[in-house]
């Protein structure tokens, strides 16, 4: 069987991927806050991003409960207030990491119950489904 011969066409230039932070489930950030004057209001809206549910100030701690992913990192965020309890949606570009990472609370505790062994089915002998010897 032979090579096709001619010309080879152009390969098309694959998607561009923007370059938008990533932030975890569970994980503690701040809101962004303004670079001009310091100070800035973002808008928790709800699932749809139709509605105002609440507001929350530049600087305010907030943990992330859930993502839905976006076009060109358009990525939004459900998000709780750690001190007044409001949740609701945010863009990713609302967000700021540096604001909390120099904070000793900022890090989600491990879970627990890890390195607990699995247990057995009753009048089930061996070892558990997955593990090596």
Known sequence: MGFPRGPRRPVAPGPVRSRS???AVGQRVCIAVSAENGSRRVSLTDEAGQHTVAS???GTEVAIL???PGWA?????????TGSGDEGWL???DLDRTQSANRSDAAVPPSRGVDRP????PGH???????RK
């Open 66 to 68: 859930a993502w839905r």
């Open 73 to 81: 990192g358009a990525a939004r965020y459900r998000v709780r207030a």
């Open 56 to 58: 929350l100030s530049g």
């Open 125 to 131: 002998a061996g070892r558990p489904f997955g593990s």
């Open 91 to 93: 863009a990713v570009g």
């Open 21 to 23: 932070p990533v932030f």
């Open 118 to 121: 699995a247990r057995l089915a």
